[in-house]
């Protein structure tokens, strides 16, 4: 074996350089500690071909330019790839936050993560992968291959550290020449996106729930009527009997066939939801046929699992078996054979309710297949499992139906889903962070090597405003995958739910998508045969420029550039926008509008553009096709357009059309033709349109027939100047005349909007989001020195939250709280943040947050019940109150937190999730304070207070969640005897 054996410090710990063997092609590096190791791996989920990264490449002299280093100590694989000063970190997978991961900690578990904020490390899909740029543009990609729980380290220096069980390897892919080069590389190991229908890539309509089948046929109608293109309607949960899945309600769906029949007429296709979750009871012929075949996951002591989701008690078929994905297939294949077009897995981390973890235990069995490691607990399979599961449910769908192309989309996935399904971003929020957010998350899942993905436009959870989602619609009609959905008991959030202004922006957000749809589909395919991505930061048009690197408010079509606006107050054509090195020419589609991104194709580049349309299969092969040509300063531009029949597998028989147009300046005329083409379809007889880009919004048309030699004629050097003056006046006026979309909020049903701006209090060690307008509530607190986010919440429920009384929910937690001051600068502070709500009878619950100077490590909160006035005849004292603090915390490593303390007594205290809910008083409680220990991250969250305030605490273990909730006594105020108590938060690192 070639490369350097690790040195043995002892029978617990080893540390050394990895040894490494070539893999795959030139410049792929497989690494492991030692050939001892390289023997104990576990079978590869990545790879398409797990034989591939267990073979060797012979006689290959090449030394890898990165070489990791490894640490094993207590059963962890700590590994660390050290690179030059300026190196920039991307990828990780689905993840929140900025593009850059830069100085981030993630967590490879997948996580039913409603609602997560920027800073959660954990969420639906699991990716042990970097991207890695170079300071000089050469790039390269680190893989851990292992489904276990990850640790991805990138905060110290320009070093990635991986920290997971033993033993598994790294895999290292370049340095190649660009970040391009080393996703090719990447997908011809772990696999390409599939073919995408093309119908896939219309927009498709989604809700929790169109809960009958009225309600879906009067959706599909409005579209067509208000001529808005859509192509997908899709079924949540409540299409179901009971929640239970592969059957129907009698009563709202009473015939699916039909119904599926009605969306084919009109144009549209039909996706029907199937989560993993079982419902166990005896007569339920799924339930039944699966105990016959013993496929569930087993406890620890053999029998069934069975977990709480949707229809109450639920068993979980178990993946890993061959007969058990063969069972699914074959009920999947019954299920799709008439009206089925797509289905939709969700719920597949597995998520289970009522749990700490959100999830099953980690000590269930899976009686895996030798093949992807036999008999194994959950902790192994966990992040595979959703992965195995749209596998199963895309097999299915192609015995159903052998001659059209699958469409599943799956919540959960792990590196190598994109060979079975596309993927959605999760629940997200109605706010602008979200909208903000959903850009470098798509653009993170497509540098992962998933390119066919989006996030729930107009936002998941919460009412958006109509500013907010035809922002979001505009940028949301550039992203691979297209699809609005909102939750239950949030406003319609349909394009014309918001007003006529919203429905216009949104109408023509859509339009654009249907015009780049030929564009799209081309991308798609070189994604599936080649690799190449979809969507790409702006840094790719020039990885050499610094500035670009971290740039999140525009990204790569292919040479189209996108530059949106993601900020409420932000108005996107009152800065100039970066751009990269070259010419960039701006153009539109006669539709610029301020809540629509800008546009601009790359010199040297040709991109193919199609007729407005109400659906995919509305346009003919026979119609026109239109050209944009942006010429490059040698006057010179190339493109490709791929062609082929929208569906099925003739493509991969030769059954297609692919054409390359090329268009060259000679002294003052243009030349465009067709170059070469492939595939044996015959070019349609049709007209080709071309428009010559000279920037400004500025074009010259001609036309031909597709397939003839056409000559442009350029005007004189005056006229073009005219001609451009005269587009960029026109182009201003269609900006200046735009009808705006209203700035207001909305009322929905909930009562409570996602979209206002939190107040953000930035200090010292800590990040802090506070709402005022819902019970003063804070979202977020986020210790920046680990990147770790405590706390992170909803905004109508958990986060942290104060109570006037001793039941749960009293006053206080939902009253809407007026800021007294903000930034205040008294002696000593850097931040503060004073807030009060009226709760009634005279009271109000005071509250100060503030971060010192001379202690930024802390945050410290003085909360108080405090009477303005009491009512005539109270004798100066209001009503019986109880403060009562509660904050939600979020748990990490669910298994490995607990709850630690020494009470007054002296007496040790450890309580963990097994222990349930416990109050602690008298001389057992808190000696002023207790902390929340996560062992995972060898830290603990040290909440500090005064125990002449505190009466009584409280420790409550909730999905994933623990409350630690101070209580002081319970008794009447009056002006001169308020309720208060003052306590802090730090977090310190575990001895």
Known sequence: MAGHEGAALDSNKRSGKMVFEPILEDGVFRFDCSADDRNAAFPSFSFENPVVRDTPILNVPKIPTYIPTFECVMGQQVVNVEFPPGTSFYGTGEVSGPLERTGKRIFTWNTDAWGYGAGTTSLYQSHPWVLVVLPDGEALGVLADTTRRCEIDLGKGSNVKFVSPASYPVITFGPFASPTDVLVS????????????????????????????????????????????????????????????????????????????????????????????????????????????????????????????????????????????????????????????GIWNDMNEPAVFKTVTKTMPETNIHRGDTEFGGCQ?????????????????????LLAKEKKRPFVLTRAGFVGSQRYAATWTGDNLSTWEHLHMSIPMVLQMGLSGQPLSGPDIGGYAGNATPK??????????????????????????????????????????????????????????????????VVAPTFFADPKNLELRSQENSFMLGPLLIHASTGKDEELYGTPHKLPKGIWHSFDFEDSHPDLPALYLKGGSIIPVALPSLHVDGGSPTEDLLLLVALDEQGKAEGVLYEDDGDGYEFSKGGYLLTTYVAERLSSVITVKVLKSEGSWERPNRCLHVQLLLGKCTMIDAWCTDGDVLLIELPSESELSDLVSAGEKQWKSRIENATRIPDLEVSGQKGTELSYAPIEIKSGDWILKVVPWVGGRIL??????????WLHSRIDVDGYEEYSGVEYRSAGCSEEYSVIERDVQQAGEEEALILEGDIGGGLVLARKIHIS?????????????????????????????????????????????????????????????????????????????????????SLALVNRFSTSEVRKCLVHWGTGTVNLELWSEERPVSKETPLQISHEYQVTGLL
């Open 468 to 533: 907010l989602f035809g922002r979001w619609m505009g940028i949301g009609s550039m992203f691979p995958f297209f699809r609005g959905h909102s939750e239950t008991g949030t406003k319609d959030h349909e394009p014309w739910s918001f007003g006529q202004e919203c429905e216009e922006v949104c109408r023509l957000a859509l339009q654009r998508r249907y015009r780049i749809l030929p564009l799209l589909y081309t991308l798609f395919y070189f994604a599936h045969t080649r690799g190449t991505p």
């Open 853 to 937: 100077k001379e202690n930024p490590k802390v945050f410290r909160i003085d909360s108080a019940i405090v009477a303005r006035n009491v009512g005539a005849g109270s004798g100066g004292f209001s009503r019986l109150v109880c403060l009562r603090v509660h904050p939600t915390f979020n748990l990490l490593h669910p298994t490995e937190s607990y709850v630690s303390f020494t009470a007054i007594n002296g007496s040790k205290h450890e309580v963990w999730p097994e222990s349930g809910d416990q109050f602690f008083e008298g001389d057992s409680l808190p000696d002023g304070e207790w902390m929340l220990v996560d062992k995972g991250l």
């Open 186 to 341: 990447f997908s011809r190991a772990v696999g390409t996106v599939f073919m995408p229908p093309k119908w896939a890539l219309g927009y498709h309509q989604c809700r929790w729930s169109y809960d009958s089948d009225e309600r879906v046929r009067e959706i599909a109608r409005t579209f067509r009527e208000k001529g808005i293109p859509c192509d997908v309607i899709w079924m949540d949960i409540d299409y179901m009997d009971g929640f239970r899945c592969f059957t129907f309600n009698q009563e709202r769906f009473p015939d699916p066939k039909s119904l599926g029949d009605y969306l084919h007429e009109n144009g549209f296709k039909a996706i029907w939801m199937l989560d993993p979750g079982i419902k166990k009871e005896k007569g339920y012929f799924v339930y039944d046929s699966g105990s016959e075949r013993d496929i569930w996951v087993q406890t620890a002591d053999g029998k069934p699992f069975a977990g709480e989701v949707w229809p109450g008690a639920c068993v979980f078929p178990d993946f890993t078996q061959s007969r058990a994905r063969s069972w699914w297939t074959d009920l999947v294949k019954d299920f799709s054979s008439s009206s089925v077009d």
């Open 377 to 397: 607990n959950h902790s192994y399979y966990h992040n595979v499992y959703g992965m195995l599961m749209a596998k199963s449910t895309y097999e299915g769908m």
């Open 780 to 789: 977020s607190m986020e210790h920046l020195p680990s990147g770790t986010q």
